[in-house]
């Protein structure tokens, strides 16, 4: 006997005895419904069949049979077998999203990844650990943004390459993200350059205490708030506060989009048959960041927007490394091991011994300023595009 004919044959037995006991006037119908679990209208409804059919009347005739709301079992063979041939890295819910969009498959994800686990496929999720609460987000988009990158193989047959992520805090919108060999100043710089062109500027960026991005005198301690790094004498000139997190706790949402982002994006990089950084970063900003927003972010709790428009001359010159050099006698400008000579200038015969500008922009160009003329420029070197571009 199964165990479904043994759980109503124990009902069964329990309705008879309550059923004695109303009889002898012993329980009101009231009673006897509430002892059973049921209200005085069922109550009476199985007192009449057990009156004229006995047990058998109280019987469940869907027992033994199957439901007609079964899901096609064909149907989830096939699902098990694309997981097997194409997607057995993918989380179910990532999976599921792919069956449907690309396979035409019709079951929920809820009956899916309850055959999965049932086939041996996947594993039930761990239990949760105790509720933690969350902080909570800025009320308006363009309030504050995170900043963070993260080092994984995000390319199949690779090794690991460093995603930089620029998102806002109000909507988990991504408003940037890029790979590139190793995170640092100028990659901080291209993240906020492409957020704030696309966007414009916001209030205030969150990020962890790394030395690009801010000078920290005691090891694990406060940041310096005199000495600034490149990207903190950036945000400051735009008038954006740069504020740092103290442990990986407060970094809780960049962590959570990085998990998400390497349960997914690996995943699809590798769909695509993409082992190229170059066309990794086309197929992130084209393809994959904006399926991302559509599906995670959120609505800002206050609809009023911080973002605030800004046009790029107003700040591509701020975005970049800056450093004054001397000029030397041969009117070259030293630089990362770089000799750059300065050009023919109607301003003055030449700039030997005088103090100059020197900017360096996120993609590796230069150019140089005596006060406020820009008098020379330089493309990015190779070195500088097949580092950026470098693939493991």
């Not at 096609?72 to 890295?89: C, F, H, K, Q």
């Not at 084209?286 to 991302?292: L, T």
């Not at 911080?306 to 041969?330: G, H, K, M």
Request: charged residues 30%; glycine residues 6%.
């Amino acid at each position: 006997m199964g165990p479904a004919l043994i759980r109503q044959e124990i009902r069964i037995m329990r309705f008879e005895e309550i059923l004695s006991r109303h009889e002898r006037r012993e329980l009101s119908q009231l009673e006897a419904a509430e002892i059973l679990g049921m209200d005085e209208r069922t109550f009476r409804r199985w007192r009449d069949r057990y009156r004229e059919e006995g047990a058998a009347g109280l019987l469940d005739g869907r027992i033994g049979k199957p439901s007609p709301h079964r899901a096609d079992e064909s149907e989830l063979e096939r699902a098990r077998a694309l997981w097997e041939e194409m997607y057995g890295d993918f989380t179910v819910k990532h999976f599921h999203e792919k069956l449907v969009e690309q396979h035409g498959y019709k079951l929920g994800y809820t009956t899916t990844r309850v055959a999965l686990q049932r086939s041996g496929h996947v594993q039930p999720a761990k239990r949760r650990g105790a509720h933690r609460r969350k902080r909570p987000r800025r009320p308006m988009a363009g309030m504050m943004l995170h900043q963070d990158a993260s080092s994984h193989a995000w390319l199949a047959g690779a090794a690991p390459l460093d995603l930089v992520v620029t998102m806002d805090d109000a909507t988990s919108e991504i408003t940037s993200a890029f790979l590139v060999a190793e995170e640092g100043t100028a990659s901080s710089f291209r993240g906020l350059a492409e957020t704030i062109h696309a966007k414009g500027l916001f209030c205030a960026l969150y990020t962890d205490r790394g030395s690009h991005y801010f000078h920290t005198p005691e090891a694990g301690g406060k940041v310096s708030k005199t000495q600034l790094t490149q990207v903190d004498r950036a945000l400051a000139e735009l008038g954006i506060e740069h504020i740092p997190a103290y442990s990986p706790e407060a970094r809780g949402r960049s962590e959570r989009l990085f998990r998400t982002l390497q349960d997914r994006l690996v995943n699809e990089l590798a769909l695509a048959g993409i082992t190229n950084i170059d066309l990794a970063n086309r197929f992130i900003a084209e393809v994959y960041i904006p399926d991302h927003n559509k599906r995670f972010a959120v609505p800002p709790e206050d609809p009023t927007s911080a973002w605030v428009s800004c046009r790029p001359e107003q700040w591509r010159d701020i975005l970049c490394c800056r450093e004054t050099r001397q000029v030397a006698n041969d009117n070259t400008v030293h630089w990362q091991g770089r000799r750059l000579q300065i050009p023919p200038s109607r301003l003055r015969p030449h700039f030997a011994k005088t103090k100059v500008r020197l900017n360096e922009y996120p993609d590796g160009a230069i150019a140089i300023f005596w006060g406020p003329h820009r008098i020379a420029d330089f493309p990015p070197t190779e070195e500088a595009n097949s580092s950026r571009s470098e693939a493991a």
